[in-house]
C-alpha cells in the first residue's frame, strides 16, 4: 500500500527580495523643543493664576459723580467711594479724600472717572491773582440749554435794540463757576463765571442792564 507524502513546507520563512524590509530611519528627538512647549505651558498656567489671584485684590478708590471743571475745586458730593481690582494703576486710594477735597481740578473731569494723581493739582490757576468771579442774573435766550458747572463760554455784550453798538466778546473762555437755580420767568437764573479781573468791570456794568450772553463752547473745556 502506498503512502503519499505531503511535499515539504518551507519554515523558514520567504526568502528573496520579498523578505527584505526597507530600514527605518531612527525618530530625531529635539529635547530643546520639548522643553520650550513645556516652559510655554507652565508660563500661561502661571500668568493665569496671578490673574486669578489679583482680580480677587480689591482697592478703595475715588470715582467723581458730577463734572469738575478745569481749575475748580473737588467737593463732598462731586466724589463717592468705590470698590475696583487692583490692576496697577495709579488710583486715589479712598483714605486720601481729605487731600482730594483740599485740591483742583487739573483738567475737565466728567462724571463716571476714576481719579489719579496726575487730575488734581493744590493750586488753581483759575482762581488765582489776575482772575475775578463775577454773577450774572441771564433771562431766557442770554444762555444756552443745558449749561452746567464747569464749562466754558464766552460772555458777549448784547447791546439793546435802541443801540447802535455791535455786539463784542468781553471775555473769550470763561468758566462756568456756578450754576443757581433758575427764575420764575424761565431763565437760566444766576450763573458764576471765572474772568480775567481786567474785564470784570466792564461784564459788570453790562450784566446790571441785562445786556450780557454767554455762549458755549464745547470743545474748550
Known amino acids: 500500500m502506498r503512502t503519499s507524502e505531503k511535499p515539504a513546507v518551507n519554515t523558514a520563512g520567504l526568502s528573496g527580495p520579498a523578505s527584505r524590509k526597507l530600514p527605518v530611519p531612527p525618530r530625531e528627538r529635539k529635547p530643546a523643543l520639548a522643553a520650550l512647549a513645556v516652559l510655554l505651558i507652565l508660563g500661561g498656567a502661571l500668568a493665569t493664576t496671578l490673574l486669578v489671584i489679583r482680580s480677587g485684590d480689591r482697592i478703595s478708590a475715588v470715582r467723581v459723580t458730577q463734572q469738575i471743571g478745569a481749575g475748580q475745586q473737588f467737593t463732598v458730593q462731586a466724589i463717592e467711594e468705590v470698590q475696583i481690582a487692583d490692576t496697577g494703576i495709579d488710583y ?6 481729605q487731600q482730594v477735597l483740599k485740591s483742583f481740578a487739573a483738567v475737565t473731569i466728567l ?15 483759575e482762581l488765582g ?93
Do not use: C
Open 92 to 97: 486715589v486710594n479712598w483714605s486720601q479724600r
Open 111 to 125: 462724571p463716571g472717572t476714576l481719579l489719579t494723581n496726575n487730575m488734581g493739582v493744590k493750586a488753581s490757576a
Open 129 to 221: 491773582p489776575g482772575k475775578a468771579k463775577v454773577g450774572l442774573a441771564l433771562k431766557p435766550g442770554q444762555a444756552p440749554a443745558g449749561l452746567q458747572k464747569g464749562d466754558r463760554v464766552q460772555v458777549v455784550h448784547v447791546p439793546a435794540r435802541t443801540s447802535q453798538a455791535e455786539s463784542r466778546v468781553l471775555a473769550q473762555s470763561a468758566l462756568v463757576f456756578s450754576i443757581g437755580e433758575a427764575g420764575r420767568t424761565g431763565g437760566t437764573g444766576l450763573i458764576t463765571v471765572i474772568v480775567d479781573s481786567s474785564v470784570s468791570p466792564e461784564v459788570l456794568r453790562y450784566a446790571s442792564s441785562g445786556e450780557i450772553a454767554v455762549a458755549e463752547l464745547p470743545g474748550a473745556r
